[in-house]
């Protein structure tokens, strides 16, 4: 069992910068990628970014060049560093670990809204 705790989001203005966290527990050796996705009103949860211990991180073309994602070194704590924020990146963001025998689990989701 993993447990995720989200913090960050907010509102901010079109081209500015929000940095979300996610903390997991609990079986956290368990972890092999750690994700981001995002769902906005009306429309299907994405996938935003993911990372996983020895891979590079991958992201949504929709995002590239503007999100980071990143690991700590401990491999419990995820964030996701989001600049040049658009006014269609409003979402909800949700934490999302896949660990041992394809199990995922997820954060309870963040609010993102960017105002033009």
């Known amino acids: 069992q993993v447990n995720l705790v989200e913090s960050g989001g907010g509102l901010v203005q079109a081209g500015g910068s929000l940095s979300l966290s996610c903390a997991a527990s609990g079986s956290i050796a368990s972890i092999y990628f750690m994700q981001w996705y995002r769902q906005a009103p009306g429309k299907q949860r994405e996938l935003v970014a993911s990372?996983?211990?020895?891979?590079?991180?991958n992201y949504a073309d929709s995002v590239k060049g503007r999100f980071t994602i990143s690991r700590d070194n401990a491999g419990n704590t995820v964030y996701l560093q989001m600049n040049s924020l658009k006014p269609e990146d409003t979402a909800k963001y949700y934490c999302c670990v896949v660990a041992g025998g394809a199990a995922r689990y997820w954060g309870q989701g963040t609010q993102v809204i960017v105002s033009s």
């Open positions: 990372i996983g211990h020895g891979s590079p991180a």
